[in-house]
T-cell receptor
């Protein structure tokens, strides 16, 4: 069974640009969550999508957005990039969402560098 | 306001000895706690979890202890092996935040030969 895949793995952008990251969950998984990881900050939750609907949202500005397609693949977009957006962006998939806990499986991440 | 805290950024342990990683939390609405392990250039992988109704869960060399009165949990690895060198994240599930996972900052564990 293929794991969670994220593309691209590395990305360099300049301030003011926008970027789109892609995540393909494990086959059959319907929930996709996105996290931002910066040194010393752990994983900061961005949002979760389940069956094409945003189910949960973290405390990030509106420049960060996402969507999920009918095949459960998800994209996140960051507009008007700032230097502080440089981070590792992780995607995690799970079977379901909510109070029936299902283990989250993570992709390798996309390393975004904003110059 | 960090609801989940891992106060030790790094920990160095001799191979064969016990590694103890600690995690403190503030939200009494957390109902599930998890430990994930992360190697460089890879995403975190699930290690072990514990429900808030239990105080101990064991899986092979890994044991997680939960002390609800102290709002503290710990991960014990016995015996520690070189492959255990990684960053360990503590995470907690929040009933009052739509079951969102709240993560600690991580502890880098280094196993010395």
């Amino acid at each position: 069974k293929a794991g969670v895949t994220q593309t691209p793995r590395y990305l360099i952008k300049t301030r003011g640009q926008q970027v789109t990251l892609s995540c393909s969950p494990i086959s059959g998984h319907r929930s996709v969550s996105w996290y931002q990881q910066t040194p010393g900050q752990g994983l900061q939750f961005l949002f979760e999508y389940f069956s094409e609907t945003q189910r949960n949202k973290g405390n990030f500005p509106g420049r960060f957005s996402g969507r999920q397609f009918s095949n459960s693949r998800s994209e996140m977009n960051v507009s008007t990039l700032e230097l502080g957006d440089s981070a590792l962006y992780l995607c995690a998939s799970s079977l379901t969402s909510g109070d029936s806990y299902n283990e989250q499986f993570f992709g390798p991440g996309t390393r975004l560098t904003v110059l | 306001d960090q609801q989940v805290k891992q106060n030790s950024p790094s920990l160095s342990v001799q191979e064969g000895r016990i590694s103890i990683l600690n995690c403190d939390y503030t939200n009494s609405m957390f109902d599930y706690f998890l430990w994930y392990k992360k190697y460089p250039a890879e995403g975190p992988t699930f290690l072990i979890s514990i429900s808030s109704i239990k105080d101990k869960n064991e899986d092979g060399r890994f044991t997680v202890f939960l002390n609800k009165s102290a709002k503290h949990l710990s991960l014990h690895i016995v015996p520690s092996q070189p492959g255990d060198s990684a960053v360990y994240f503590c995470a907690a599930r929040a009933r009052d935040s739509n079951y969102q996972l709240i993560w600690g900052a991580g502890t880098k564990l280094i196993i010395k030969p």
